[in-house]
């Protein structure tokens, strides 16, 4: 079916301020509002809703239009197919580009935990950056007992309680193909393919669409893949943390103790609290590899969510102009963005008798202020006192219910801003 775009109003019969109307040759868009992208995407998702799959777009469509639909056109139960308007060879280049990236952040967040172990995770990420450039990716991957002879033992330690064993995927993009080139910058994605909470364990409801705690690792690897199409010429590490965070006679424990490689030692007061345990990993070999420009990406927190609604990513940093600047490539990727705090103090906010830390407060939801402690927590395992360094809580990559705007399941929010952040602070 066509799918037409106007700036008048719909026929009378089809209800004042209608967004939707038909013509013989298919489908109408009224862009009638003070914000016409959002109708464009709120109009996909309702046809995307009423069963129809496959469409073309007809007539004259802006590019951010065109992603607007795109956006709006998903289900996760049937593959869509869209076909794009007529426009220049530069904007189908980005939107296939778009459209490639985002399916397999989507596809990937989307799989059940029985499909995506860690390993898993793993192969699929290094098998889909391998396939954009063969001969300028490498990649290595430590597993189960590995990585404690190794020293990561936050990834080790979080993964230790399920029969699958727990990950670490470094790949290496490397255009120019120099073992002594420079690393430009760092990705580091957390990649927990099921997060039951361990023994601080989820409620149902809770632990129901925790498929998605992967989002990060993701997310990460789709801005890699866009950043690379978008014409990335410079060696970036691309680090996945990847477990599974089960119950069982040999997971982890409240009250453990873990040391890591930078000799931090982190008392274990809330087992749900993982995610900055793998990453706090992941930060450590970045942060070796010399890279200037380090970004995370994690479904951290739910205090991130309550903060900002779930409609927006948080963005956390001690580098200040880094923040200001992720502000503005995610306004110019059309990605809603908005800085949460964080000073040099939150480090001090998980506080143990124990320990040089803890991993949390031992208090529901972290407490006040949880997202922010969280990002204290991850800043101490980075160096230049954070300089260089962007952490980016996910809070609006995944929907559990589904919305006017969003299908069920998982988004691309996030995946333009990295890449952009990537191109303009490095090449």
Partial sequence: MNIWLSREFAPAEWGEGALLSHRADGMVIHLVSAHPLLDIQQAARRLCGQGLHKVSLAGHWEREQQWAFAQGFQTPKVEVQLQWAMSSEADREELEARWLCGRWVREMTNATPEQLGPLELAIEAAAFITELAPDQVSHRILKGEALQQAGWVGIYQVGRGSDREPVLLELDFNPSRDPKAPVAAALVGKGITFDSGGYSMKSSEGMLTMKCDMGGAAMVTGALALAMLRGLNKRVKLILCCAENLVSGHAYKLGDILTYKNGITVEIVNTDAEGRLVLADGLLLASASGAPLIIDAATLTGAAVMALGGRYNALFGLDKGLVSRAMAYAEAEHEPAWPLPLEPWHRQQCPSHYADTANSRPVKG??????????????????????????????ACFSDNGDASWAPGANTLGMRTIARTLLAEIN
């Fill in 366 to 395: 972290g407490g006040p202020g949880g997202a922010s402690n969280a990002a204290g927590f991850l800043s101490r395992f980075v160096g230049e006192e954070g300089q260089g360094w962007l952490h980016i809580d996910l809070a």
